[in-house]
């Protein structure tokens, strides 16, 4: 079984939580990006996203073509892919629950996207400033407490022993909530300064993560695209403040 994974070159963005699963768990993938043979770079990956008698064609990157299939959407495509790989549990109900808590982090993503993106994707940064710090402080003052302590009640309520999201074992959520959190800390280092201690079991499961041996393999290779000003997770600085954690 061949995986290709379609996203826009230079970025790690929603793609990188597709990633995180085949490296965590060693399973080999083909990434179409820019500078690869004819078809295979962005030529290929827009040629692939438009085609016009396309069945199941993707709105838009990451998607992922397996066999004759294409399968778009980060979280639909780790549902897909957690089983195969070995990233969720056996039962109907654990793959409904990671799925679920899955949803609950690309809500989440959106959501700081739009807080340097407040009124359309295809402005410039400099073309909405003003908006962005309206909706920045509406992000760092109730979303994220909100959406961190919920992960960490899930993390407190777990019953089983390790630290993990669901069940006793690391998830794909779990490799999520690891990429959410290092984004946060790229993008507001001062804000996130409180982190650890007001989300004490978050940062733990964050910690196991970058643990895992293929992941820490993964962290200080080439392959892991440096974070940057033209991904979901941004640093600016007059956005960023003192934590309120």
Same mark, same amino acid.
């Given at each position: ?78 549902? %897909?892919?957690?089983? =195969? =790989? ?38 410039? %940064? ?33 019953? #089983? ?10 998830? #794909? ?12 800390? %790229? ?48 640093? #600016? ?9």
């Amino acid at each position: 079984m061949t995986f290709e994974l379609f996203y826009w070159p230079g970025l790690q963005g929603r793609g990188e939580f597709v990633r995180l699963a085949f490296e965590a768990t060693g399973t080999s993938y083909v990434e179409i990006v820019q500078g690869k043979p004819p078809g295979q770079g962005m030529d290929g990956l827009l040629r692939t996203m438009d085609d016009p008698v396309c069945t199941d064609p993707p709105f838009a990157p990451p998607f992922l073509r397996v066999g004759d299939e294409l399968i778009g959407q980060t979280a639909n495509i780790l549902a %897909y892919l957690g089983p =195969l =790989l070995g990233l969720v549990g056996e039962s109907p109900r654990a793959r409904r629950w990671v799925n679920q808590l899955q949803l609950t982090l690309a809500d989440l993503v959106a959501e700081v996207h739009d807080a340097h993106h407040p009124i359309a994707s295809r402005l410039y %940064y400099s073309n909405q400033r003003m908006e962005a710090r309206k909706r920045t402080a509406e992000l760092i003052d109730y979303r994220l407490p909100k959406f961190l302590g919920y992960f960490e009640r899930v993390l407190a309520n777990n019953p #089983y022993a390790g630290g993990w999201l669901s069940e006793g074992a690391m998830s #794909y959520a779990d490799l999520s909530l690891f990429q959410v959190v290092e984004g946060l800390r %790229y993008a507001f280092p001062r804000v996130m300064s409180g982190f650890a201690k007001a989300f004490p079991r978050c940062q733990a499961t964050h910690d196991a993560v970058a643990r895992v041996p293929r992941i820490a393999a993964y962290l200080k290779s080439s392959r892991r695209t440096p974070f940057n000003t033209t991904g979901i997770f941004r640093h #600016y600085k007059e956005l960023d403040r003192a934590s309120p954690f």
